[in-house]
């Protein structure tokens, strides 16, 4: 080994485990590969001085319309236990490859951690953030009554959860909606970070440290309840902040609008997690699912309060004019927490349409989120209902498992638009979905395949979460990772992925003739390419934390 590797080679740079077979893709540099004489590979040590495995790489397939290259898709058997290196004659060797038991945990870790550092209002001290400690900004005890709110001139108290993203806003959609995934993965996996697991304030409390963090967002969300039942759409400045930390991103914010989609995210989130607070603390459980029932009802009586960004307000907009698969979420959160007829009579009337989605149309994933909860309850769910959703799941899973075996990068989506990272991971919640109703490997195979695309076994050779892996995002856009003066970006925070649109292209390079599945660029100004963002994480949490209790 000569000490230089190619990304020409592309892999998991997380690594496998023992007992999953190696899928890499080899592409020769410059993106297109020419004919190759040596169609041998070799797996050896680190040092490069032993064989430890050979074999043919995979056929050559022409797949320069979606990846822009002519990839070699191979896999090897599976390796013990050790650190390795792929070698391709003319190519070189790769960067090096783990092979370990447990080995997604400390990213599935460092992915939960990501939302520590996301805290809103609260200064994060060097114990829990290392060197990215920073002082509190957005204290938000005082935001102020946009018109759009359908409140008088006046302000309220609104403190605490998460940034939705590398911008410093808090949004209800973008609130419920990932909290959703989270909880889910509570509910079918068990705590999957207990107490004193992700080194948080509250580590050492005696309580999950999982759900601790996660409380962090709904006792925000709670703020953001009108007396009427109904839910502020969002809470943001006017247009978005410099490129600053926190404490020195001081604009105004404002509670803006009022909406139908936020009023039901909000209500399906705060039911399923009544379900899953009350065996820890009954009283919050009743709370979150009294606030839960307000905003339902408040969703049903103004069916159509869409939400637009006012003409003063440039931040993100959340916006869906159609609510129906926010309301069926609702209903269906609702019903398996509590039973009742009236939230089963709405599921029947509009069942949630599961379907896959991408990009635009993401808000469609509440669908899935939907079926998932009424198919994890199946004693409470009558039959007809069940078995219809339980075979579209699986169905659904069954062709994104025919899409991964035609795509040499073995990943289920060909449409690339803003965080299709995440929508490659959400195509793998499906498949975690179809796997706990028929427990077959190759739903968890093709979820590692899922996995492999996104931290490495890609055209553009990077593992897009921060802080993993030999390639991974260096000018994430995040504000505090821009501001902070350090070289390397806050870890555990997924990059938005490959998007063919470009709408940053004004303010960033990509390189000419980009593919769709290549479309990105590791600038901190490509907000379409290289943003961080809470749903992005989430999905990624989620199916690390499902291989991992499924090793
Ligand atoms: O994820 C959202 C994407 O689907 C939209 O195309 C895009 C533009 O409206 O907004 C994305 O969400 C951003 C939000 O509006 C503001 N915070 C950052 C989010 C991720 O980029």
Not at 113 to 137: T, V
Not at 158 to 186: E, H, M, R, T
Not at 349 to 373: D, K, Q, V
Not at 447 to 460: A, E, I, K, L
Request: proline fraction near 7%.
């Amino acid at each position: 080994f000569d000490g230089k590797t190619t990304p020409g080679i592309q892999f998991n740079q997380v690594g496998y485990y023992p007992d999953q077979d190696l899928q890499f893709t080899y592409v020769a540099e410059g993106r297109m590969a020419t004919d190759r004489p040596d169609s041998t590979y070799y797996i050896t040590n680190v040092a490069g001085d032993s064989i430890v495995r050979q074999g043919y790489l995979g056929r050559r397939q022409d797949w320069t319309a979606l990846a822009g290259v002519l990839a070699q898709p191979t896999r090897s058997d599976p390796l013990p236990v050790g650190d390795y290196r792929i070698y391709i004659s003319g190519a070189g060797y790769s960067d090096v490859v783990h092979v370990s038991d447990r080995v997604l945990q400390e990213p599935f870790i460092a992915s939960v951690r990501g939302l520590y550092y996301q805290r809103a209002g609260e200064a994060l001290p060097e114990g829990y953030a290392g060197e990215y400690a920073r002082a509190a900004g957005h204290p938000d005890t005082d935001v102020r009554f946009h018109p759009s709110s359908g409140r008088p001139a006046g302000s309220m108290s609104c403190p605490g959860g998460w940034y939705d993203a590398g911008d410093y806003n808090k949004y209800i959609v973008n609130g419920a909606f990932p909290l959703g995934q989270y909880l889910s993965l509570y509910e079918d996996v068990g705590d999957p970070a207990p107490d004193g697991s992700l080194n948080i304030p509250e580590s050492g409390n005696g309580r999950s440290d999982y759900l601790d963090e996660l409380r962090t967002e709904l006792d925000w969300m709670l703020t953001m309840q009108d007396s009427d039942g109904g839910l502020f759409h969002k809470l943001t400045t006017l247009e978005f902040e410099g490129m600053v930390l926190p404490a020195a991103a001081t604009s105004p914010r404002y509670i803006v609008g009022k909406s139908t989609t936020a009023s039901f995210d909000f209500a399906a989130a705060t039911a399923q997690a009544s379900r899953v607070y009350r065996p820890l603390d009954a009283a919050y459980a009743d709370r979150l699912l009294a606030a839960a029932r307000r905003a339902y009802d408040w969703g049903i009586a103004h069916p159509s309060a869409v939400f637009r960004n006012p003409a003063d307000v440039s931040t993100g907009e959340y916006g869906d004019d159609n609510a129906d698969d926010e309301r069926a979420w609702a209903a269906a959160e609702l019903f398996a927490t509590t039973g009742e007829q009236a939230y089963y009579n709405e599921l029947q009337a509009r069942p949630p349409r599961i379907r896959y989605h991408a990009g635009e149309s993401w808000t469609g994933y509440m669908a899935n989120l939907a079926a998932f909860s009424l198919l994890r309850f199946p004693d409470r769910v009558p039959q007809e209902l069940h078995d219809e959703l339980r075979g579209l799941v699986i169905t659904l899973a069954d062709s994104l498992v025919l899409g991964i075996d035609q795509n040499p990068y073995r990943q289920p989506i060909t449409d690339f638009e803003w965080g299709s990272n995440s929508d490659v991971l959400n195509a793998a919640m499906l498949l975690a979905a179809a796997h706990r109703q028929d427990p077959q490997p190759t739903y968890l195979t093709a979820m590692q395949d899922c996995v492999n695309y996104v931290f490495g076994n890609n055209p553009n050779g990077v593992c897009y979460l921060t802080g993993f892996g030999s390639r991974s995002p260096m000018n994430i856009h995040h504000r505090p990772s821009i501001a902070d003066g350090i070289a390397a970006p806050v870890p555990g925070l997924l990059s938005g992925g490959p998007n063919a649109k470009q709408q940053d292209s004004a303010y960033v390079s990509y390189a000419d003739g980009l593919a769709p599945m290549q479309s990105w660029v590791d600038e901190e100004g490509s907000y379409a390419s290289n943003e961080i963002c809470l749903n992005w994480n989430a999905p990624l949490t989620y199916v690390l934390g499902y291989l991992e209790a499924n090793q």
